[in-house]
């Protein structure tokens, strides 16, 4: 079964942590994974997209890391700000247009 | 650009009634997307087009939901009659390039719908 999953469901961390947040994902053909960014009553907003091919990539304080053959990703944040609240969703491109979603991580950064 | 633009961004009506959401893309992009999210069932993709026309269209969770999209700029989400469970957000997204690209999805706002 084509499937995402994400852990933790949810995380608490004090600001200026540095936290990692996990996709699994059992889809097949694997196109593409990216990692959304959904702040509370926004749409979400894309952080990266990542092909088989590629093991890391970055985009400010989030670095997001592919492992092809354990079929795992994970999102680190590094100096985590008040703003990093919110949900972080894992999703998976199978084929050429059917996505598979996770459904997220919440994350809680407190002062 | 205004990015995506999706209206109402409220809507409250009773069941068996007809609710049309609509949304303009982000102009210069050939794909637009449907998606429903609720606490239960996260985020899922309901349909997509590219160019107005209708791609995939297998995650409409039956007929009563329907969507077109009849220029470049515009396409809407008709549920008719609606029910209790569909109530959700539902977010419309636009991109420049094909899925399997590493094309960036834009999403506008949502539709929080609440039918009674």
């Known amino acids: 079964k084509n499937q995402v999953e994400q852990s933790p469901q949810s995380l608490i961390i004090l600001e200026g942590k540095n936290c990692t947040l996990q996709?699994?994902?059992?889809?097949?053909?694997?196109?593409?994974l990216r990692w959304y960014k959904q702040d509370t009553g926004r749409g979400p907003v894309s952080l990266t997209i990542?092909?088989?091919?590629?093991n890391t990539k970055s985009n400010g304080r989030y670095t997001a890391t592919l492992d092809a053959d354990t079929k795992q990703s994970s999102l680190h944040i590094t100096a985590s700000q008040l703003s990093d609240s919110a949900s972080y969703i894992c999703?998976?491109?199978?084929?050429?247009?059917?996505?598979?979603f996770g459904t997220g991580t919440r994350l809680k950064v407190l002062a | 650009d205004a990015g995506v633009i999706q209206s109402p961004r409220h809507e409250v009506t009773e069941m068996g009634q007809e609710v049309t959401l609509r949304c303009k893309p982000i102009?210069?992009?050939?794909?637009l997307f449907w998606y429903r999210q609720t606490m239960m069932r996260g985020l899922e993709l309901l349909i997509y087009?590219?160019?107005?026309?209708?791609?995939?269209d297998s995650g409409m969770p039956e007929d009563r939901f329907s969507a077109k999209m009849p220029n470049a700029s515009f396409s809407t989400l008709k549920i008719q009659p609606s029910e209790p469970r569909d109530s959700a957000v539902y977010f419309c997204?636009?991109?420049?390039?094909?899925?399997?690209?590493?094309?960036?999805?834009?999403f506008g706002p949502g539709t929080r719908l609440l039918v009674l």
């Open positions: 997204a636009s991109s420049q390039s094909a899925p399997g690209s590493q094309e960036t999805q834009y």
């Open positions: 996709c699994n994902y059992t889809v097949s053909p694997f196109s593409n």
């Open positions: 990542m092909t088989f091919s590629e």
């Open positions: 999703v998976v491109l199978q084929g050429t247009y059917k996505y598979i």
């Open positions: 102009s210069g992009h050939d794909y």
């Open positions: 087009f590219n160019n107005n026309v209708p791609i995939d």
